[in-house]
T-cell receptor
Framework: ETGVTQSPTHLIKTRGQQVTLRCSSQ?????VSWYQQALGQGPQFIFQ???????GRGNFPPRFSGLQFPNYSSELNVNALELDDSALYLC?????????????FGEGSRLTVL | AQSVTQLDSQVPVFEEAPVELRCNYS??????LFWYVQYPNQGLQLLLK??????LVESINGFEAEFNKSQTSFHLRKPSVHISDTAEYFC????????????FGAGTQVVVTP
């Protein structure tokens, strides 16, 4: 059973640029949630996708957008990057919107904005 | 909206000594409670969860946590720690109708020394 994989693992961007982060969910999972973890803080919920539709969103501006594909993999897009967007971005997959109570996390994509 | 407070940012502890990590939450609705662990350079892993039933929940590696509704707490304990327990521990809460949308605390770094 393949776990949650994220790419790229590290990347550096400059202010104003755009970035796309990718996530492959664990086999059999139809729900993907994205979290932002700034240095020294706990993860913050960005949004969740369930069967290709957005199913809830945290307190993040519209320049954070996402997509889920028919194979349940997902992308996180961030436009007009700001310095404060520097963080570890975590993807988590689960079956049925997380109803089992467990999220399976990838190792994250570390974004640095200069 | 709910919030989670982890009262200790770092807890140093000697091997084979007990440890307690404190977690308090606030919410106006029913919640589910979780402890996740993050080992160095790895993603988060579920340690244990409270969804319903017995207020004392246990993990397979000796940790336990007790849900105290009156004190709105979900403290994590282990009677005897190992070097391998060195990690960051996150308490998280979700509202009962918001599966997979977790509110995390800031984390507690546990450092176990011989």
């Amino acid at each position: 059973e393949t776990g949650v994989t994220q790419s790229p693992t590290h990347l550096i961007k400059t202010r104003g640029q755009q970035v796309t982060l990718r996530c492959s969910s664990q086999s059999g999972h139809n729900t993907v949630s994205w979290y932002q973890q700034a240095l020294g803080q706990g993860p913050q919920f960005i949004f969740q996708y369930y069967r290709e539709e957005e199913n809830g969103r945290g307190n993040f501006p519209p320049r954070f957008s996402g997509l889920q594909f028919p194979n349940y993999s997902s992308e996180l897009n961030v436009n007009a990057l700001e310095l404060d967007d520097s963080a570890l971005y975590l993807c988590a997959s689960s079956p049925d919107r997380g109803r089992t109570g467990e999220l399976f996390f990838g190792e994250g994509s570390r974004l640095t904005v200069l | 909206a709910q919030s989670v407070t982890q009262l200790d940012s770092q807890v140093p502890v000697f091997e084979e000594a007990p440890v307690e990590l404190r977690c308090n939450y606030s919410s106006s609705v029913s919640v589910y409670l979780f402890w996740y662990v993050q080992y160095p350079n790895q993603g988060l892993q579920l340690l244990l969860k409270y969804l319903s039933g017995s207020t004392l929940v246990e993990s397979i590696n000796g940790f336990e946590a007790e849900f105290n509704k009156s004190q709105t707490s979900f403290h994590l304990r282990k009677p005897s720690v190992h070097i391998s327990d060195t990690a960051e521990y996150f308490c998280a809460v979700s509202e009962s109708d918001s599966w997979g949308k977790l509110q995390f605390g800031a984390g507690t770094q546990v450092v176990v020394t011989p």
